[in-house]
């Protein structure tokens, strides 16, 4: 057979020229054609005749043919072999695809669409008469002409294998057309239906168009239109009712312009009353709480309120707002397009004194470096500042680099500045040892740094490049500032997910979880998941809720299905459990380990809960047993129980070998149960009923491929009946962790060195942060380290189940030295690193010389 190869121009058949390609795969093309006998475009598709389904394909094609008096169905005009091809010719659609002219138009009335379709409907039910059952009708496969008439190209190639519900797929379409927005596939709404009402996205659209638009899109085929003779009677109907109701309103008018104008007075009142609610009608809003901090003077919470007022109004330019002060919060309102807008920056620009500082960077090898030496720029020393056009250079510059800031912002300083300034950056820029040296403009708290140059030798004007940041901060750089930093929460803009199936029964609609209630954002590691990630987490995690039988809600964050947001009462979840929920499903979740995090290694694992106490249920091979309790015995013999990773649950005390059964050759596995009734998350010791869920939850945690990627808690947003954004009023106590051994440690510390903050990290290991809070660079070693060595020998810190790190100052700030258990040498690994910043380096040796000095002798320490 003949290997036939079509390029623009070939002819054929002696009568089909090709004009353009407008598809190419492996095994198909389409083409753009022209039929030279009888002058007229053509649509050409090409099938490989050794492609496994081509009889049925040309058989569908012959079968398609027989309705060229169709109207409203592109023909199919002829069909041929010619070398190792088939060549199927359809009339070429006149027009554009249905998709474009959505696109165009944004929104179809439903008086065009019933026009469009009701020949098409028609069509459809002929051709489901004549058994054509699998024609794919979709926007990209409708095209639209001149006169508003809808054709069909019909699919021949890759067409549905299986019968399609043309009833369902005109309905998608209008769905689509109404409301601007591609509704789910059937198959996933019959699992998570996450289509929104047309109520809601096409608001102005008519009810009862909507009424048979949902119809048609009934998954259940039993409740939606049989046929597409059906749907036609429907759409006719309501277009006669229409033009019968268009004619009645007319007489409506006069009545509802008395009326109006009796209700205006009425309406000025209520608009006093409701006026946030009636000043954003019709606008997504998102709403933001500012708490001062517990130092806050009354008279500067009084001022920071207008210092808000006056930032949000530069903020918002022509978009409404509300700031108001609500019970010693500051509660902002602004539309939601706006939030988003902002993105990070909004929180800076809310809740901190805003800075302007200027320093410099130098390029070591490549890479740009802050140095040190930054000086602020007062607002008193600040004359003038506004936003200036670059120069033709300056914007070719731009263009030529990486950057591409059209605009900077002009600063002009008081002499007094001018020459601080001059002093201190000349030395700065003409450093040795770098490749290059540039001055920036950044804002205090604010890592992105913009390069900054004088005006000639003129120090009194500096020109920062305008970043997105120097964009929003300079138009109130210059009005009073904020003394104090505040903390913001805001509401979680979600769209809310449907529940579909019936295995969860207590997943209900976000309106119906009573106040007050949270909403817990998860976020996952992995950027991007494809769909099938994204519904087989969301199933876990609602099996997950299901478990604690507490009614819910389940959404994603606006605009990002990688963020899952859940909705509870407050009474129904705790910070622990709101913690662990999003966590991937691995066997490692449920552990047993000794004191220096050793494990057994076991399988078949269940935690099997009673109102006191909890059994551990297992198989273990006789050696990993072995080995095991051999370590155990030989310490203190205690094992601990852990889930969610690293969470201490329980504690039991081991004096010899557990009896198992089972087999007893070396790798034979034994069946094991030990049962926990010290429980070490629990602040009385002991388990209780209410604990009792916390294991089946454990459990499924505990279970291989459960929530295929971790999903982190984010953010908490509690709120009440009265307020969106408000405090956290209760919790479920019966579910909190509460770190029983290191809360002992932590109350021995606290009386042998009153002095420190000790802090409990409970997600890793109960470590404990032990910090002096002395000045990071001017500090006593004798008096740090001998402080150190006694809080480590009068605790006994070395029979602990807790890792320790103990801070000149801050945890960001001045050197650390931390004790961390290691296995296998059951030993404590003791290092002394320097602050991510950097500090006196010889010091730091000092330091670091005088603590391997006094521990080197301490039993169970390994100096790294």
Request: aromatic fraction near 10%; proline fraction near 3%; charged fraction near 30%.
């Amino acid at each position: 057979m003949a290997i036939n190869k079509v390029s623009i121009g070939s002819l054929l058949d002696d009568r089909y020229e090709i004009k353009r390609i407008l598809e190419a795969g492996s095994d198909t093309a389409r083409y753009e054609g022209w039929h030279k006998r009888v002058q007229k475009k053509v649509l050409i598709q090409e099938v490989d005749l050794q492609k496994e389904e081509i009889e049925e394909i040309l058989f569908r094609a012959r079968q398609l043919g027989d309705f060229s008096d169709l109207p409203g169905l592109c023909h199919v005009s002829d069909q041929f072999e010619y070398g190792d091809k088939a060549y199927i010719i359809y009339d070429y659609p006149e027009g554009i695809s249905l998709e474009q002219y959505v696109g165009q138009k944004k929104r179809i009335s439903e008086e065009e669409l019933t026009e469009m379709f009701l020949p098409v409907l028609r069509n459809l039910q002929k051709l489901q008469n004549a058994g054509i059952r699998n024609l794919t009708v979709s926007t990209k496969m409708l095209y639209r002409n001149e006169n508003g008439e809808l054709c069909l190209v019909p699919k021949i190639v890759d067409y549905e294998a299986d019968d399609v519900e043309y009833t369902y797929s005109v309905c998608e379409i209008f769905y689509e057309c109404l409301s601007g927005k591609k509704p789910q596939d059937r198959f996933v709404r019959v699992l998570f239906d996450e289509t929104e009402p047309l109520e809601t996205c096409d608001p102005k659209g008519s009810a009862e168009f909507h009424k048979i638009v949902e119809k048609g899109m009934n998954t259940d085929s039993e409740c939606g239109f049989h046929t597409p003779e059906e749907l036609y009677e429907a759409l006719d109907n309501w277009k006669k009712d229409n033009i019968k109701q268009k004619g009645n309103s007319l007489y409506l008018i006069g009545g509802w312009l008395l009326m109006g104008i009796l209700a205006v007075a009425v309406l000025f009142g209520v608009y006093k009353k409701y006026e946030e609610q009636i000043r954003f009608l019709g606008v997504e809003t998102e709403t933001i709480m500012l708490i001062p901090p517990d130092e806050m003077k009354q008279i500067d919470y009084k001022d920071s309120v207008e210092i808000i007022k006056n930032r949000v109004k530069k903020l918002s330019q022509d978009h409404k707002y509300w700031v108001e002060d609500d019970d010693g919060k500051i509660r902002v309102v602004i539309p939601y397009g706006l939030y988003k807008e902002t993105g990070n920056k909004l929180e800076t620009y809310l809740t901190k004194p805003l800075k302007l500082r200027i320093g410099t960077i130098a390029n070591d090898n490549g890479t740009w470096v802050r140095q040190e030496g930054d000086i602020e720029i007062p607002q008193k020393e600040i004359q003038s500042i506004k936003e200036i056009e670059l120069s033709e250079e300056e914007k070719d510059a731009q263009e030529n680099g990486s950057a591409k800031e059209l605009k900077k912002v002009e600063v002009i300083l008081s002499d007094e500045m001018a020459e601080t300034l001059k002093n201190t950056m000349i030395p700065q820029l003409n450093v040795s040892g770098y490749e290059r040296v540039d001055m920036g403009g950044f804002l205090e708290d604010v890592n992105d740094f913009y390069t900054a140059e004088v005006d000639g030798g003129d120090w009194h004007k500096v020109y920062i490049l305008e970043s997105p940041w120097m964009e929003l901060v300079f138009p109130v750089l210059l009005d009073e500032n904020l003394k104090n930093e505040f903390k913001m929460k805001e509401e979680i803009p979600t769209d809310w997910i449907n529940r579909s199936s019936d295995l969860f029964t207590n997943w209900m609609s976000e309106d119906l979880v009573e106040e007050p209630s949270v909403k817990l954002k998860y976020g996952a590691y992995k950027k991007k998941m494809d769909e099938g990630d994204y519904y087989h987490n969301l199933g876990d995690l609602a099996e997950r809720l299901e478990c604690l039988e507490i009614p819910y809600a389940i959404g994603t964050e606006k605009d990002n299905k990688n963020i899952f947001v859940i909705k509870v009462r407050q009474k129904d979840m705790s910070e622990f459990v709101a913690d662990i929920l999003g966590e991937v499903g691995e066997t490692s979740q449920i552990r047993l380990t000794d004191r220096w995090g050793k494990q057994l290694y076991f399988s078949n694992c269940e935690i099997k809960a009673e109102d006191d106490k909890w059994t551990l249920c297992f198989e273990s091979t006789n050696k990993n047993m072995k080995e095991f309790m051999t370590s155990v015995l030989e310490d203190d013999g205690n094992v601990y129980l852990k889930a969610a990773y690293s969470y201490d649950i329980a504690k039991l005390k081991l004096k010899e070998m557990p009896a198992g059964t089972g087999g007893e050759e070396e790798y034979d596995k034994k069946y094991y149960e030990l049962t926990f009734d010290n429980a070490l998350m629990s602040k009385s010791g002991k388990f209780s009923k209410d604990m009792k869920i916390l294991a089946e939850l454990f459990n499924i945690l505990g279970q291989e491929g459960k929530m295929n990627t971790d999903y982190n808690l984010k953010y908490s947003q509690y709120s009440s009946k009265e307020q969106v954004v408000s405090e956290k009023e209760e919790s479920r106590s019966a579910w909190e962790f509460y770190p029983h051994d290191a809360t002992i440690v932590k109350e021995s510390i606290d009386q042998i060195d009153p002095d420190a903050k000790v802090q409990i990290n409970k997600g890793f290991n109960n470590n404990l942060f032990i910090k002096f809070y002395m000045d990071e660079e001017n500090y006593d070693i004798e008096e740090v380290s001998e402080r150190i060595l006694k809080i480590w020998q009068e605790g006994k810190m070395n029979r602990s189940n807790c890792d320790f790190c103990f801070y000149i100052n801050d945890v960001r700030k001045g050197p650390y030295i931390s004790f961390h258990r290691i296995y296998p040498e059951e030993a404590w690994m003791l290092s002394v690193t320097d602050s991510i910043f950097g500090t006196d380096k010889e010091k730091f040796d000092d330091l670091n010389k005088k603590i391997q000095e006094l521990f080197v002798q301490e039993p169970y320490i390994t100096l790294s």
